[in-house]
Nanobody
Framework: QVQLVESGGGLVQPGGSLRLSCTAS????????MGWYRQAPGKQRELVTLATSDGSTNYTDSVKGRFTISRDNAKNSVYLQMNSLKPEDTAVYYCNADVSALNSYGRYRGNFWGQGTRVTVSS
């Protein structure tokens, strides 16, 4: 089974920066896409940014110019550099991966989530 482990959340003042990390483990053949979602209190989970295996990235409008996604394919990892943080960025951030992997039944493709890491932007 594929597992995603995130780290890097915390409390930061408005205008500050944080870097989130996420690493996938398991018997993985390829990662087609990795991205970050977030869920603020009382709101639905939303896509923040996505990086595909062909190198393309996309961002939700509210984070463009402030957040940067990057991948380290050798480490099966994805990172989210968040700059100029605003109180409205406060949420639980979830790593997501679209993966081809191997289990006892053979090769399969699945979508996986991390456990979430909390980001709080407050003075």
């Amino acid at each position: 089974q594929v597992q995603l482990v995130e780290s890097g959340g915390g409390l930061v003042q408005p205008g500050g920066s944080l870097r989130l990390s996420c690493t996938a483990s398991g018997v993985i053949f390829s990662i087609h896409a990795m991205g970050w979602y977030r869920q603020a209190p009382g709101k639905q989970r939303e896509l923040v940014t996505l990086a595909t295996s062909d190198g393309s990235t996309n961002y939700t409008d509210s984070v463009k110019g402030r957040f940067t996604i990057s991948r380290d394919n050798a480490k099966n990892s994805v990172y989210l550099q968040m700059n100029s943080l605003k109180p409205e960025d406060t949420a639980v951030y979830y790593c997501n991966a679209d993966v081809s992997a191997l289990n006892s039944y053979g090769r399969y493709r699945g979508n996986f989530w991390g456990q979430g890491t909390r980001v709080t932007v407050s003075s």
